[in-house]
């Protein structure tokens, strides 16, 4: 399972960016949910938001009404960032989880918001 992670960048505090995550080596049955989870600096992975089988969203309290995940096919996942904040800063990583109970990552992506 390859995911290919396309976005980030430098943004202003209040402005919006997109990141779009596709995998490749997967059969689709196969996959449980697919999302974003992230890492500030010096801290640990968080969940930022998961598009589950079924098509149930789920988001992180600190995230939730300014970013919205999407599934824009199958195999590939958006995350429409608004409102950004100097405290999303952080290594952004695409997650696909399996219905083996594996998890695969991204290589990640560096999103930076300036105040």
């Known amino acids: 399972v390859q995911l290919q992670e396309s976005g980030g960048g430098l943004v202003q505090a209040g402005g919006s960016l997109r990141l779009s995550c596709v995998a490749s080596g997967v059969i689709l049955s196969s996959i449980d949910a697919m999302g974003w989870y992230r890492q500030p600096p010096n801290k640990e992975r968080e969940l930022v938001a998961l598009?589950?089988?079924?098509?149930?969203t789920q988001y992180a309290d600190s995230v939730r009404g300014r970013f919205t995940i999407s599934r824009d096919h199958a195999k590939k996942v958006s995350l429409q960032m608004n409102s950004l904040k100097p405290e999303d800063t952080a290594v952004y990583y695409c997650n696909l989880h399996h219905y083996t109970g594996s998890d695969y990552w991204g290589q990640g992506t560096q999103v930076t918001v300036s105040s």
């Open positions: 598009s589950i089988r079924g098509g149930t």
